[in-house]
Antibody, heavy 116, light 107 residues
């Protein structure tokens, strides 16, 4: 059974940093691009960042470019999102997903709240 | 960025009705469109990939069509469990985008 389990969310002040993690199991992690998708409270889905099979290529939406860094450790079947210089508009539930074009598998999400 | 426009924003239907949800892309994207269902307080679920390809475990009443800029998700005979929000997403560009969603609600 495919499982994606996010962790690391919480309350953080504007301008501070937070690192999200996603532990994957039940599939060959290195066979998949991976991504983070977020959803602000009562809003729609928003793609944040993606990473290639070996981590050699990364892609970001403009609003997080230069502030967020996506990375992966295939030996640990883990995906990460380092979020720096956080803003109130980054408040959302962050989902870890497989991303070979479409988002087939999703985690349960971890809530990040940016507030003073 | 490729903009996806979903319509209508809200669709009120009675169980047993058949419905069509629209997703229009700001430029031609071949069939690089995927559809998701999100129930309240749950993670999204993939329904259809590449405009019309079915997904294992998804009921056959869900189907997709379209190419280029206009796409449709059809639900044949809506059931009570189908009342939720539906999103389209494009993968023509690696800078993925989602539509704003269509909420299917009980009339």
């Amino acid at each position: 059974e495919v499982q994606l389990v996010e962790s690391g969310g919480g309350l953080v002040q504007p301008g501070r940093s937070l690192k999200l993690s996603c532990a994957a199991s039940g599939f060959t992690f290195s066979d998949y691009y991976m991504a983070w998708v977020r959803q602000a409270p009562t809003k729609g889905l928003e793609w944040v960042a993606s990473i290639s099979y070996d981590g050699g290529s990364t892609y970001y939406r403009d609003s997080v470019k230069g502030r967020f860094t996506i990375s992966r450790d295939n030996a640990k079947s883990s995906l990460y999102l380092q979020m720096d210089s956080l803003r109130s508009e980054d408040t959302a539930t962050y989902y870890c997903t497989t991303a070979n074009g479409w988002f087939a598998y999703w985690g349960q999400g971890t809530l990040v709240t940016v507030s003073s | 960025d490729i903009v996806l426009t979903q319509s209508p924003a809200t669709l009120s239907v009675t169980p047993g009705e058949s419905v069509s949800l629209s997703c229009r892309a700001s430029q031609g994207i071949s069939t690089s469109i995927h559809w998701y269902q999100q129930k309240s307080n749950e993670s999204p679920r993939l329904l259809i990939k590449y405009a019309s390809q079915s997904i294992s475990g998804i009921p056959s009443r869900f189907s997709g069509s379209g190419s280029g800029t206009d796409f449709t998700l059809s639900i044949n005979r809506v059931e009570s469990e189908d009342f939720s929000v539906y999103y389209c997403q494009q993968s023509y560009s690696l800078l993925y985008t989602f539509g704003a969603g269509t909420k299917l609600e009980l009339k």
